[in-house]
């Protein structure tokens, strides 16, 4: 066997992060790139606030992806026309999941390595939830969110990037009584400039007014562009 050229490295993370300190040549086991797949599933909603269907997106850009070994992160990306894509894997037992879309999360089986590249077969999935109503959705210039609280919250509703950044606030921290309400995004990010990308994330915090540890209200739904 012809031997091939590798890095000598000092071991982080049990081997599986390495820090390359010289080349030599020597024989020995290959370091692979691990591929797969996300989907978004959002909800539209015409102007006049009628349902208009379910849209659902495999070529998403800048969803996180975080790579698990054991209980360590040992790779975290964002997906590039929805796929992710991790680089310098030793063999072994890998779990892919996702980032910055919380109360959403899904995660892989475990995905093994062993001699090859792998692509995943096992697609990350995240669908809307909670009951949030973006009148309309896709937004052109403004949409009208609304939102029912059955007590009295303290409600926060962000938009946030598809990393889980904040693009702009909605409602900060404000009180609001049982019943119907509604809040309103211009489009445009916290500076004023107008927000281009195709998708953001809606996300809807409510705890109780009258009692900060009692249970969170999550709801996050997908605003198209």
């Known amino acids: 066997m012809q031997p091939t050229r590798i890095w000598r490295c000092a071991p982080l993370l049990a081997g599986l992060v390495l820090v390359a300190c010289e080349a030599r040549d020597t024989t020995g086991p290959g370091f692979y790139t691990l591929r ?37 992160i040992v790779g975290r990306t964002k997906t590039v026309h929805g796929v992710y894509t991790f680089h310098g894997l030793a063999p072994g037992g890998y779990v892919a999941r996702t980032a910055g879309a919380e109360p ?37 210039h403004r949409t009208t969110i609304y939102f029912y609280v059955s ?30 309400w509604a809040g309103g995004w211009d489009g445009t990010d916290d500076t004023g400039r107008r927000a281009t990308a195709p998708m953001y994330w809606l996300k809807f915090l409510a ?16 605003l198209f562009r």
């Not at 007590?151 to 904040?166: E, F, I, K, Q, Y």
């Not at 540890?213 to 999550?218: I, N, P, T, V």
């Open 151 to 180: 007590d009295t919250m303290r409600v926060d509703m962000n938009v946030d990037d598809l990393a889980g950044s904040r693009v702009a606030g909605v409602v900060d921290h404000f009180r609001f009584p049982p019943g119907f």
């Open 207 to 222: 705890v109780p007014a009258h009692d900060s540890l009692g249970l969170r209200d999550e709801r996050i739904h997908i």
């Open 36 to 72: 797969g797949h996300v989907k978004l599933t959002g909800y539209l909603v015409t102007p006049d606030g009628d349902f208009a269907g379910t849209k659902v997106v495999g070529d998403a850009d800048g969803v996180v992806v975080e790579l698990v070994f054991g209980d360590q």
């Open 104 to 140: 959403l999360h899904d995660e892989t089986n475990v995905l093994t390595i062993a001699r090859s590249d792998l692509d995943a077969a096992d697609t990350l999935r995240l669908r809307a939830m909670g009951d949030l109503f973006p009148v309309p959705n896709p937004v052109v």
